[in-house]
């Protein structure tokens, strides 16, 4: 089993940053890709990031240019970094980890609120 733990998010006006960060513990012997999805009320869950194990990134055009996203391959942990959030951003944010052999994982969420 794999658990991730997310922690950072809150409350932020917006042009303003956040940092959010997902600590992956268990049995992982390698991992496929770590990132980022994001829900907001009524809407369908979407990809923010992900960020593969020799470093290359997805972001979704939304972000592109305001967030990035980075891995520490050696604590299994991954982070992205919010910059000129806007309010469209705010929504709850989900870690999610697939491992090499084809495992799906989600943390709990945190809440991201931007206000206008």
């Known amino acids: 089993q794999v658990q991730l733990v997310e922690s950072g998010g809150g409350l932020v006006q917006a042009g303003g940053s956040l940092r959010l960060s997902c600590a992956a513990s268990?049995?992982?012997?390698?991992?496929?890709?770590m990132g980022w999805y994001r829900q907001a009320p009524g809407k369908q869950r979407e990809l923010v990031a992900i960020?593969?194990?020799?470093?290359?990134?997805n972001f979704a055009d939304s972000v592109k240019g305001r967030f990035t996203i980075s891995r520490d391959n050696a604590k299994n942990t991954v982070n992205l970094q919010m910059n000129s959030l806007k309010p469209e951003d705010t929504a709850v944010y989900y870690c999610?980890?697939?491992?090499?052999?084809?495992?799906?994982?989600w943390g709990q969420g945190a809440q991201v609120t931007v206000s206008s």
């Open positions: 960020i593969r194990g020799y470093g290359s990134t």
């Open positions: 999610r980890v697939v491992t090499g052999d084809g495992n799906d994982y």
């Open positions: 268990g049995s992982i012997f390698s991992i496929n890709f």
